[in-house]
């Protein structure tokens, strides 16, 4: 059969997780075949209308439609999903039908990269993995070399392949520079992941104000200050402040009104919000109740989290290497704004699962309910940007606040 969609082959610089991944197919607890819009490019959505195969022709003509005018040619049209759990209907137990009755260069662009996110920064294509997706996010957060980077290839469409560069104009070696000071940070041994997560926010203030021709002498500065150790005891000197916590990080994850639409993210946002105190009838937890409820759990987490001791560092390294951390938008403050908000909301939903006391949630549990942040927050363009204004709004965005809400 001819091929529709061509590929190349490109060297990349991947995390060794992405080497691992595998889709598992009809095995997937929460398959990316339902609980979403499938979007299809043009060249896509024409085969598929052109179709005469006996076992899809009549699918194709009944469940393809238009996009807006203006999505252009990458999301050209889309195809309407059925049932509770709104289902692709080109799915036929567990597997698609296009790539069984076809091939895999028939899929659209969407379904052929998911959950695989590439991008030639700078000149450098590099490869992460969404963790929306159940055996990635196993892949990624729980493995401990799983952010062991290394050079390897892919295989990719080429209108798959973003082409990104700073919007600032920073030379790209420069970009480089910065990009693997912020990931080799996180992953500092002798620190906290939140002291982490304070040095680096020093770090992305300063470097929104600092020039080019600045950012070497800023990079070898933090370099000695956490070589030295010397940020350390002022850092430890800052006290959490839970009941912030618990009451920005709620209001933020109640402005997402959907409770998910396949029944493993039911399941896990309504276990959310039961262990944080919300009523079952308003959905709406009272303030003392939540409060108290989210620093029992969060302060429970530390214990839940050696059954999977890498996860929320890995959260952060992948959030950071996949989207250009601190590159990806404005200035570099505003990226680790939304890092931080990120973070707190994921650290949230993982603290409610040790707020009802009992036994602890284990590795597998802990891991679901990443994937399904990930597919109810991280999927939303215009979820990111919310937080971060709702954070400025709120008085919350300046560092010395932001510290309160990162210790736990």
Not at 371 to 399: E, I, M, T, Y
Request: hydrophobic letters at 40%; charged letters at 20%.
């Amino acid at each position: 059969m001819a091929i529709l969609h061509l590929t190349r082959t490109l060297p990349a610089l991947l995390p060794r997780y992405v080497t691992r991944f595998s889709c598992i197919g009809p095995a997937c607890e929460d398959t990316c075949c339902s609980g979403w819009t499938v979007s299809l490019d043009k060249k896509t959505f024409t085969a598929y209308r052109a179709s005469k195969h006996p076992e899809l022709s009549k699918t194709f003509s009944t469940s393809l439609r238009r996009q807006d005018s203006q999505q252009g040619d990458l999301n050209y049209g889309k195809v309407d999903s059925h049932g509770k759990d709104d289902r692709c209907p080109m799915m036929q137990d567990g597997l698609c039908s296009v790539q069984i009755h076809l091939n895999e260069s028939y899929l659209s662009n969407t379904c052929f990269s998911y959950p695989r996110i590439s991008a030639n920064f700078s000149g450098q294509v590099q490869q992460a993995l969404q963790l929306s997706c159940p055996e990635a996010a196993r892949q990624a957060l729980l493995a401990p070399d799983a952010f062991d980077f290394i050079e390897g290839s892919i295989t990719e469409r080429p209108d798959a392949i973003q082409q990104v560069d700073a919007d600032d104009g920073t030379p790209p070696q420069l970009v480089h520079d910065v990009r693997i000071f912020c990931l080799q940070l996180m992953r500092t041994e002798g620190m906290e992941l939140w002291e982490r997560l304070a040095l680096l926010g020093v770090f992305c203030e300063r470097l929104a104000t600092t020039s080019a021709d600045g950012i070497t002498a800023l990079l070898d500065e933090f370099a000695h200050l956490v070589n030295s150790g010397a940020v350390l005891d002022a850092l430890r000197d800052l006290q959490p402040n839970h009941p912030a916590q618990a009451l920005v990080f709620a209001t933020l994850w109640s402005s997402k009104e959907s409770p998910g639409r396949t029944e493993r993210q039911r399941e896990v946002i309504g276990m959310v919000a039961r262990n944080l105190g919300a009523d079952d009838d308003s959905g709406v937890a009272h303030i003392d109740a939540l409060v108290a409820r989210y620093t029992a759990g969060v302060l429970r987490l530390p214990q839940a989290l050696e059954a999977a001791p890498h996860l929320l560092e890995h959260f952060v390294l992948n959030e950071m290497f996949m989207h250009l951390f601190p590159f990806d938008q404005s200035n570099p403050y505003d990226c680790y704004l939304e890092l931080v908000s990120r973070y707190g909301l994921l650290r949230m939903m993982l603290a409610a699962q040790c707020a009802a006391g009992g036994a602890l949630p284990d590795s597998e549990a802990l891991v679901k309910t990443v994937q399904v942040f990930c597919r109810r927050f991280r999927h939303d363009p215009n979820f990111s940007p919310k937080v971060n204004q709702a954070l400025k709004n709120s008085g919350w965005d300046p560092l010395d606040k932001l510290y309160g809400f990162l210790r736990h």
